[in-house]
């Protein structure tokens, strides 16, 4: 699975990626993590509201940050 | 000497570590503390921080955050959004991102993708700027306790003139680059349709009149009409009225559990009636219970975390801006470590100059969220001019230096330096005209 985190690199941002990878771990799935913190980069994938996570391609959450729990429900 | 030099080079860390313990060493070591202004100066940012505490936290601050998470999470984004999107009518555009601001800027992080958004796959240019003007300018925490620090004239007009420069300043960029906005292409609009509606619109605008209401009538000041003496003397009984009326609305519309309501109702009175005289208790029992009760709540739980959110961003940097303010300007009435006249004879006046400078230093300044309202009023207490005060007010949220350097990055050099320019000459003549002629 290929997770893109899209944030400038504020606390939530950092929050969404470790939760994002404690879900991928506990499902036990592979997964590589990219993190988007580009301004110009954020805004042509179309995100407008930070943080945001993309999963193969797929935008999944934008504009907070989910429970290891919700993203678990959402990859599995 | 080079030895020196590339030691420091493979080590900057270290290095810098070094010349910050020798640096703070040396002020401390210089610090004149038998002067009588420096052992004043401490003393001001003390008794000023605890003035806010006693006066502000918890009959404004508190509400307000309150307030603003409510609209985090139930105004819904995409109405708003669908008239900033690629196929909105330009006019239509401007008019919903100038006030929108404050509905649609959370953290300060999302402004900027918002912000570029707006500008490259949306309504372009000048809603764009309408909107990253805005959104500082109006936001709701911040002409809130705008208006409680600095009296209800300056709130007032900080609202009133953020909207019309944020309308008039996107209006003049679009203007200016209207050949090159006439040439972009629609991409997709995506995080432009609207999204379903959850709650009703009138149970929507019923709690926020509600709780606007609470904050308006708690924070009633005496003043010289008597009405409003007459309304002084009532307004913890009303405040108590609309907060009965807002738990019968909790309950009716938004279902929350009736014996833990009845529960709070009960602790707050309770409260009032066995610690009389302190209204801020009961207040304060009041605003932590309903945010535990929503937290308890699965489907308003966002509600309170979006307000814990704000206070957490907010409260540590609040608190250091009032203490720098009471350090440097003092309490209104009081002198910190720079002298009156010093600002007097900077701002002192409503003339064109003064207002001219607080522009300036307001545009280059960095505020964060509220730090201005403590340091406008340190100004004003030190004699600067009402005109003044409003052109920091306008200038001083919306820009700061490190601020530009990111909006560069977004719409280029010149369109962020013409913004800035635009910024500061409508504020400077803004304050002048409410300096002279209110």
Redesign the interface.
């Known amino acids: 699975m290929k997770f893109v985190i899209?944030?400038?690199g504020?606390s939530?941002?950092n929050l969404l990626t470790a939760n994002a990878k404690s879900a991928a771990e506990a499902l036990g799935l592979d997964y590589e993590v990219e993190k988007v913190t580009d301004?110009?980069g954020?805004?042509?994938a179309?995100?407008?509201?930070?943080p945001a996570l993309e999963v193969d391609g797929k935008i999944l959450i934008e504009?907070k940050v989910s429970s290891v729990e919700t993203i678990k429900g959402m990859l599995g | 000497m080079n030895r020196l030099v590339t030691l420091y080079k493979e080590n900057p860390h270290q290095g810098n570590l070094l010349l910050a313990l020798i640096g703070s060493f040396l002020v401390i070591y210089f610090l004149p503390v038998d002067s009588p202004r420096l052992g004043n100066a401490w003393l001001e940012s003390i008794k000023l921080t605890n003035w806010y505490a006693r006066e502000h936290v918890i009959l404004c601050l508190l509400p307000a955050f309150v307030i603003a998470g409510a609209m985090a999470v139930y105004i819904s984004q995409g109405s708003v959004m669908r008239y900033l999107g690629p196929q909105a009518p330009k006019p239509v555009a401007l008019g919903v991102a100038s006030v929108s601001g404050a509905l649609l800027a959370v953290c300060s992080c999302t402004v900027l993708p918002l912000f570029g958004g707006i500008y490259k796959r949306g309504a372009g240019l000048g809603a764009a700027i309408a909107f990253l003007y805005s959104g500082p300018a109006i936001n709701v925490m911040a002409v809130v306790v705008t208006a409680k620090v600095l009296g209800a004239e300056l709130g007032i007009a900080r609202a009133l003139g953020a909207i019309v420069f944020a309308l008039v300043i996107g209006a003049i960029m679009h203007l200016i680059f209207r050949r090159e906005e006439a040439e972009r292409s629609a991409t997709s609009d995506r995080g432009f349709t609207a999204d379903e509606q959850e709650k009703s619109l009138s149970a929507t605008v019923a709690l926020f009149s509600l709780m606007v209401g609470i904050l308006v009538f708690a924070n009633w000041a005496p003043a010289n009409s008597a009405t409003w003496m007459v309304i002084y003397e009532w307004k913890w009984l009303i405040t108590s009225g609309l907060g009965l009326l807002l738990v019968v609305l909790l309950v009716g519309y938004w279902q929350w559990s009736i014996p833990r309501l009845v529960a709070l109702v009960a602790v707050v009175v309770l409260s009032a009636i066995l610690v009389p005289g302190v209204p801020q208790l009961p207040f304060a029992l009041g605003v932590l219970g309903l945010m535990l009760l929503a937290l308890m709540s699965t489907r308003d739980q966002e509600w309170a975390t979006q307000s814990w959110d704000f206070a957490k961003q907010i409260m540590p940097l609040l608190l250091a801006g009032v203490f720098i303010a009471g350090l440097l300007l003092g309490r209104p009435g009081h002198q910190g470590l720079i002298p009156d006249e010093w600002v007097n004879a900077a701002v002192g006046d409503n003339s064109f100059v003064s207002t001219l400078v607080a522009s300036v230093l307001g545009a280059f300044m960095y505020f964060s969220t509220l730090t201005e309202v403590p340091i406008v009023e340190g100004l004003l207490g030190a004699g600067m001019g009402k005109g003044p005060a409003l052109a920091l007010l306008l200038a001083g949220p919306a820009l700061s230096l490190p601020n530009m350097l990111v909006i560069r990055t977004i719409i280029g050099g010149k369109k962020t330096a013409i913004y800035c320019v635009l910024v500061v000459v409508m504020a400077t003549f803004t304050g002048f005209i409410y300096g002279n002629f209110f």
Do not use: F, L, P
């Not at chain 1, 179309?46 to 930070?50: E, N």
């Open positions: 899209y944030g400038s504020c939530k941002c301004v110009n954020i805004i042509s179309g995100i407008m509201h930070t504009g």
